[in-house]
C-alpha cells in the first residue's frame, strides 16, 4: 500500500477554538475533577467550574496588561499545573504562546523570544528570568516578564480585577479554527530551531478526533475513578502539549510533576489510567526491574516472566494463548508482573509513547503484563500524532494506523509524506523553509522513511537525512541498531557511524544511574564510568548487546566496532535535544578524535 487516507469521524465548527473546550467542560459537568494539583503533601481537586474561573480571571490580568490579539506570550517553566493555566489563559486573553524548555540557554531564549516578537513571558524561577534578563537589551518587543514562582500568577489575574466578563468573552471568541494558537521551536538537532505555526484547528480538530478514537483511554474507569494521567513530558515539547488539550477535550482528570526524579512517588499516589512516555522511560522501567530481580537473586526468575509476558502477548494476534501460557501468565502476574503496574500506580492499563521507536519486544513485554502501550507517530509540524495505535487496531512494531481526517503516502524513495487538518501552516518569518517542507502536491515532507501494510499501519524504518552511505556503497538506517543497543541496562545513548567509512561502528556512553547495580549484581567493585568503559565484563556485555543487534542486519550493515565514551551524552553537554535526540552532528564534531581512532589502519 502506498496511500491512505482516513475520514474524520468528528466535524467541528469552523468558528470555534481552544477556548470552547475548557467552557464546554465547565457548562456540560461543572463539578468534574479535571485537574490535581499538588499542593503540600496531598493532590488538591480542581473542577471544570474552578479551572474555568482561574483561566478566565488571568486572561482578565493579560487584557490589563496590554497584550493584544494575536500577540505572542512565552512560556518558560517546568510540567506543572501554572503550564496548563497559563497557556489557556493566554488563548482566552487571544494571544499566542511560544513554549520555550526550561533548560533553553540564554541565547535560543534570545532567539526564540525575538523571533517570535513575544511582547510578555511567564517564567518559573529566578534563574530562567535572569536568562531572560541577560537577553533584554535585544528584545525591544519585550515589556513583562513574570516569575511564576514569585506569586505571578495571582499577582496578573489581581491586575485584571477591573475588566469584565464580556471584555474576556469577546477576546476568546476572535480566533478560529484557521488562527494562530501557537508557535513552537523545533529543538533542532542542526541549524537554528524553526517557529512550527499551529492553529487552533490544528489541535481542536486533532484532539476531537483522536478522543473518538481513543475512547477507550480517556474513558476508561477502573476503581469507579474516571480516566486520569499524570503528565511529566515537557510542556513545551509538542507531544506533551497535544495530549495536555486531549485531556482537557476529554475532561480527562490531569495532574503535573515538574521533578521526574520524584515521578515513581508521584506515580504510586496519583494513581493515573493511563501514562505518557517516551521509549527510554520504558526501557529504564524494565531494566531497572530486572536489575532488581538479579540483585535479589531472582534474575532467573524475571527473565522466564519476560519471556512468558512476551509470548501471551504475541498469542494475542495468533488464536489467544493456549492454557500451559496462560497458566504461566497467572503464576508471573502474581510474583512479577502485578509489581511492575503498582510502581506505575496500579490502575493504568494504557500508555502512550512517541518520540522515538518503542521496539517490538518491549511493545509484546508490557502488553503482556497488563500494560497496553499505544505506540504514535507524528512531528511537531503534525501537532503530535499523525498516526497511533488504539486498544482496538493495533499491531506492535508498528505506529499504527491514521488518526481519522488524517493520509499518508509514501513517496518514490520511501519518505513519509503526510496531508491533515492537522499539518501546521508554516515556519514564522520563513517563507523559504515553508516552501520547502511541502512537494508540489501540498503534501507534507516528514524527512522520514516507512512503508505501510496492507491494513494501512504505518512502520517507521528511518531518517531520510541520517542514512549512513558507507564506502563501499552500502545504505545503512542507524535507528534501528541504535534502539536495539539502547535497550541493554549498561547502555544510556548510542551513536551508531559510519558514513564514508570502510565499515560501521558505534560511539556508547553507560548509564550512571543503571552501572552501580549491575556492577554489584555482578560481583564486582565500585567503578567511575571511565574506570568502567575499560573493564573486560562490561565491554563483554556491551559486545553482547552489539551481536544481538547485529543479529538483525547483513554483514554490511553490522558494527565491527565501538568505544565506550567516558562522559555522558546530555542536553547539558549540548549532545542532545530537550526531547532526548542525539544531536548527531554536535556528537561526531565533539568526539571526532574517538572516531578517527577507530578507522585508522
Request: hydrophobic share 40%; net charge negative; glycine share 8%.
Amino acid at each position: 500500500m502506498r496511500e491512505v487516507h482516513v475520514p474524520l469521524l468528528v466535524e467541528v465548527d469552523p468558528s470555534s477554538n481552544l477556548t470552547d473546550l475548557v467552557v464546554d467542560n465547565a457548562v456540560s459537568d461543572p463539578h468534574k475533577v479535571v485537574f490535581r494539583r499538588p499542593v503540600a503533601d496531598r493532590w488538591q481537586d480542581v473542577t471544570a467550574r474552578e479551572f474555568l474561573a482561574e483561566v478566565t480571571g488571568l486572561a482578565k490580568g493579560l487584557i490589563a496588561a496590554g497584550v493584544q490579539p494575536g500577540d505572542r506570550v512565552g512560556l518558560m517553566a517546568r510540567t506543572r499545573y501554572e503550564w496548563t493555566l497559563i497557556d489557556f489563559a493566554n488563548w482566552f486573553a487571544g494571544a499566542v504562546t511560544v513554549p520555550i524548555y526550561e533548560t533553553s540557554s540564554a541565547e535560543q531564549v534570545q532567539w526564540i523570544l525575538g523571533d517570535s516578537g513575544a511582547v510578555a513571558c511567564f517564567v518559573e524561577t529566578s534563574s530562567h528570568a535572569a536568562t531572560v534578563a541577560s537577553a533584554r537589551d535585544k528584545l525591544p518587543a519585550l515589556r513583562d516578564v513574570w516569575q511564576i514562582e514569585s506569586g505571578a500568577v495571582a499577582e496578573v489575574t489581581a491586575a485584571g480585577t477591573e475588566v469584565d466578563d464580556a471584555t474576556v468573552e469577546e477576546r476568546r471568541r476572535i480566533a478560529g479554527l484557521h488562527d494562530l494558537a501557537t508557535i513552537i521551536y523545533t529543538s533542532g538537532t542542526t541549524g537554528r530551531p524553526k517557529g512550527c505555526e499551529l492553529t487552533h484547528g490544528n489541535f481542536v480538530v486533532l484532539s476531537k478526533n483522536a478522543v473518538a478514537r481513543l475512547h477507550e483511554v480517556v474513558d476508561y474507569r477502573v476503581d469507579d475513578t474516571e480516566a486520569s494521567a499524570l503528565m511529566f513530558l515537557p510542556l513545551a515539547h509538542v507531544l506533551a502539549r497535544f495530549i495536555q488539550v486531549l485531556n482537557v477535550a476529554a475532561a480527562v482528570t490531569m495532574g503535573h510533576t515538574p521533578d521526574v526524579k520524584n515521578l515513581m512517588p508521584d506515580l504510586a499516589s496519583f494513581r493515573p489510567t493511563y501514562v505518557l512516555a517516551v521509549p527510554r522511560v520504558f526501557e529504564k522501567v524494565y531494566n531497572s526491574a530486572e536489575q532488581k530481580a538479579e540483585a535479589d537473586g531472582r534474575g532467573n526468575i524475571f527473565r522466564r516472566a519476560a519471556a512468558v509476558a512476551i509470548d501471551y502477548s504475541r498469542a494475542q494476534d495468533s488464536g489467544g494463548p493456549g492454557l500451559v501460557l496462560r497458566i504461566q501468565h497467572a503464576v508471573f502476574d502474581r510474583l512479577v508482573y502485578g509489581k511492575i503496574r503498582q510502581a506505575l500506580g496500579g490502575r493504568a492499563k494504557y500508555a502512550i509513547s512517541g518520540g522515538a521507536p518503542l521496539g517490538e519486544r518491549l511493545g509484546h513485554f508490557f502488553r503482556g503484563i497488563g500494560l497496553v502501550v499505544l505506540e504514535g507517530y507524528g512531528l511537531t509540524e503534525t501537532t503530535a500524532p499523525t498516526s497511533v495505535n488504539t486498544p482496538d487496531l493495533i499491531k506492535i512494531g508498528t505506529v499504527g494506523p491514521q488518526l481519522p481526517g488524517n493520509s499518508v503516502k509514501i513517496a518514490d524513495d520511501g519518505e513519509i509524506l503526510i496531508k491533515g487538518p492537522h499539518v501546521f501552516r508554516g515556519y514564522w518569518n520563513n517563507e523559504a523553509a515553508t516552501k520547502e517542507a511541502f512537494d508540489e502536491d501540498g503534501w507534507f515532507k516528514t524527512g522520514d522513511l516507512g512503508e505501510l501494510d496492507e491494513d494501512g499501519f504505518l512502520r517507521i524504518t528511518g531518517r531520510k537525512k541520517e542514512i549512513l552511505v558507507t564506502a563501499g556503497g552500502k545504505n545503512v538506517a542507524p535507528a534501528a541498531l541504535e534502539d536495539r543497543i539502547r535497550a541493554h541496562p549498561l547502555v544510556d545513548q548510542c551513536l551508531v557511524i559510519g558514513d564514508q567509512k570502510p565499515y560501521i561502528a558505534a560511539l556508547i556512553t553507560l548509564d550512571p544511574e543503571m552501572l552501580p547495580t549491575w556492577l554489584s549484581n555482578h560481583g564486582k567493585p565500585e567503578m567511575t564510568p571511565a574506570q568502567a568503559a575499560q573493564d573486560p565484563d562490561v565491554r563483554a556485555a556491551i559486545q553482547s548487546a552489539i551481536d544481538e543487534a547485529n543479529a538483525s542486519v547483513s554483514r554490511a550493515e553490522s558494527i565491527r566496532k565501538f568505544e565506550i565514551l567516558h562522559s555522558e551524552l546530555t542536553e547539558g553537554s549540548g549532545h542532545l535535544t530537550p526531547s532526548l535526540k542525539l544531536k548527531r552532528s554536535e556528537v561526531l564534531k565533539d568526539f571526532a578524535h574517538k572516531v578517527d581512532e577507530m578507522y585508522k589502519g
